[in-house]
């Protein structure tokens, strides 16, 4: 690729990049007590270098340790993990299939179901014989759920819900399931009240949206609505009728509704497409895009899709559902595997990380092959992140500054989540006009030169907490540091 190549892709991703922006914030900013986290300049007002002319405080991708081998081999699909809050033990759902095939090798019928795992420390995993399903001719497995026709159960992820609509059950599922009859196909969801026995009369229809892949819901709180992301195929393919059969398994669609458990009125409209920079390498397809819904933020795993060869997993984040902020760059969040090894085709990685000490686990199903190969074989990963580690700011070699916009500061101490064993971060508080408050400039306090996921801020024997209610800004210096979040703890 030539440098004016290259050149016109940055001018017409930058120009886009600016068309996604989402709102910004009225200020002063009511924060509360949530994590404050710098995935976007959302609560930014400024970030420059020391040395302005080359250098800058530049926002960079985290890619987390993957664990090695496979934490279950063999077998996989689509993943979701979850802990038990009261017992510590670790729950995994993922996708299952297999085929019937001609005497030519091709295939028949497939059938998909979704299985079930679970582990003490999340690396350790059992997968129970349960014998509940009958599964390739035996019930000697952990198949927990095969769809309302015993046919397909696809694409699962367990849902946070508010209680109000949980209808008492402990896990609620969203899946797919194949047909085109409402009452035993589409996408559905279904309860439970231990993630095993799914109660076939709460399975409820939602939509018949064609979208083969994991259509993942999550609840926006902020909105009071329930929100799913899927590679809806609706106006691009069709079994049977007047269309033509062009582009499909390309876009991102958007699907919301108030309700969960009902019928959704709505139709997907399109949120994300492939743009110049994914064309440079001809992954000019998405795959899918599940979520969770965490501190105000979508946090996505977008699949991005060389049809029909490898897929990787990206990272991207959004505000208010609609518009994405992706890297400037397209580094994969869990890079494919080397020639030859697990996951050197494709990596399908999951947004419910597990908060395990000061890291959150990423779970991810992996193939030793890409899309268009049928031999091919399956595995359940892990790949370790810092807490919180997604996205940071950094501090350039001769420092850099970073200023919110105005705050609420709600009370309670100033906690931030930084890495600065190799550099330096000081934090004051200033005004409107940026004139340090007193007692909290730079010059009050020691710098800090460690690294922790919640570094209490303190200024000799004042705190944030003496600022309850008052309108201020947060003002960071970062040398050789990174800067992912700040928030306010009671």
């Not at 001719?137 to 198949?143: L, P, Q």
């Not at 996921?453 to 303190?458: A, E, F, G, L, R």
Request: charged share 25%; net charge neutral; hydrophobic share 35%.
């Amino acid at each position: 690729m030539s440098l004016n190549d290259i050149n016109a892709i940055l001018v017409v991703t930058l120009a886009g990049s600016f068309s996604l922006a989402a709102a910004i914030p009225d200020e002063p900013v009511a924060i509360g007590f949530e994590p404050q986290y710098f995935v976007d300049d959302h609560l930014v007002d400024n970030r420059w270098g020391n040395k302005q002319k080359s250098e800058m405080v530049l926002r960079r991708f985290h890619q987390p340790r993957k664990h090695g081998s496979p934490v279950i081999p063999d077998t996989g699909g689509y993943v979701c993990v979850q802990r038990d809050e009261a017992t510590g033990r670790f729950k995994l759902w993922h996708q299952t299939s297999y085929s019937d095939l001609f005497d030519n090798g091709k295939i028949r019928k497939s059938y998909y179901a979704t299985a079930y795992a679970e582990s003490v420390d999340g690396l350790k995993w059992h997968l129970p014989k349960l014998g509940l399903h009958e599964w390739k001719g035996s019930k000697d497995n952990n198949v927990v759920w095969k769809g309302p026709t015993g046919v397909r159960s696809s694409g699962q992820q367990i849902l946070t819900v508010p209680d109000r609509d949980r209808r008492g059950h402990r896990y609620i599922m969203v899946y797919r399931t194949g047909g085109n009859d409402p009452v035993n196909s589409g996408i559905r969801v279904i309860g439970s009240p231990d993630g095993i026995h799914w109660d076939r009369d709460s399975d409820t229809f939602l939509h018949l949206v064609h979208s083969d892949t994991n259509n993942g819901i999550v609840y926006d709180e902020r909105a009071g609505r329930y929100v799913m992301f899927c590679r809806a195929k609706d106006r691009y393919r069709r079994s049977r009728g007047d269309m033509i059969d062009t582009g499909a398994s390309r876009r991102i669609s958007r699907m919301s509704h108030d309700q969960l458990w009902e019928a959704w009125p709505t139709k997907p409209r399109t949120i994300l497409n492939p743009d110049a920079l994914d064309a440079a390498d001809n992954f000019n397809a998405f795959y899918g895009m599940p979520a969770r819904y965490h501190a105000g933020i979508y946090w996505c795993t977008l699949w991005v899709f060389r049809f029909n060869d490898n897929i990787y997993t990206e990272f991207v984040s959004s505000r208010d559902g609609f518009h994405f902020e992706r890297a400037p760059i397209r580094q994969p969040l869990i890079p494919l595997g080397d020639d030859g090894a697990w996951d050197d085709g494709m990596i399908f990685a999951s947004p419910d990380w597990v908060e395990v000490g000061d890291e959150w686990w990423i779970y991810y199903a992996g193939w030793d092959g890409p899309h268009g190969t049928p031999h091919r074989n399956p595995g359940i990963g892990l790949a370790r992140l810092r807490k919180g580690g997604f996205v940071s700011l950094r501090g350039p070699r001769n420092g850099g500054g970073v200023v919110t916009r105005q705050l609420i500061w709600p009370g309670g101490d100033l906690l931030v989540n930084c890495d600065a064993g190799d550099g330096e971060l000081n934090v004051r508080i200033s005004g409107d006009k940026r004139t340090p408050l007193p007692g909290f400039d730079y010059s009050d306090r020691e710098p800090t030169t460690t690294d922790s996921t919640s570094q209490k801020i303190t200024w000799g024997k004042k705190s944030m907490d003496e600022l309850k209610g008052r309108t201020v800004r947060i003002e960071f210096s970062l040398r050789n540091a990174d800067l992912y979040s700040f928030e306010a703890r009671r």
